[in-house]
Nanobody, 125 residues
Framework: QVQLVESGGGLVQAGGSLRLSCVAS????????MGWFRQAPGKAREFVAA?????????FYADSVKGRFTISRDRARNTVYLQTDSLKPEDTAVYYC?????????????????WGQGTQVTVSS
């Protein structure tokens, strides 16, 4: 089992920034990749960014956030971060951290094994 706890969400004006954090505990040595997803009201959960937990830490982004968001990891602290810059009102959503222990796609919700409780990000215009 892997437990994930997100923090760092909040209310910010358009153009602002937030840094989301996700701390993992439990069987973290089994983690293959970590990802961030988001879900806006009435919409499906969607991929935001992912990072390989082992090796060089390759990163992957949704086109909608490329160039504005940055995912990073601190393996010593079992923590993954999502730096969100140049925020837009359409970025408003609950942001979820997820861990994948099996091989699979970075982009698919169903390929992740563990999820955090989510943190709300609200961007005002």
């Amino acid at each position: 089992q892997v437990q994930l706890v997100e923090s760092g969400g909040g209310l910010v004006q358009a153009g602002g920034s937030l840094r989301l954090s996700c701390v993992a505990s439990g069987r973290t040595f089994s983690t293959n990749a970590m990802g961030w997803f988001r879900q806006a009201p009435g919409k499906a959960r969607e991929f935001v960014a992912a990072i390989n937990w082992i090796g060089g830490g390759s990163t992957f982004y949704a086109d909608s956030v490329k160039g504005r968001f940055t995912i990073s990891r601190d393996r010593a602290r079992n923590t993954v971060y999502l730096q969100t810059d140049s925020l837009k009102p359409e970025d408003t959503a609950v942001y979820y951290c997820a861990a994948r222990v099996h091989s699979g796609s970075h982009y698919r919700v169903g390929d992740y094994d563990y999820w955090g409780q989510g943190t709300q990000v609200t961007v005002s215009s």
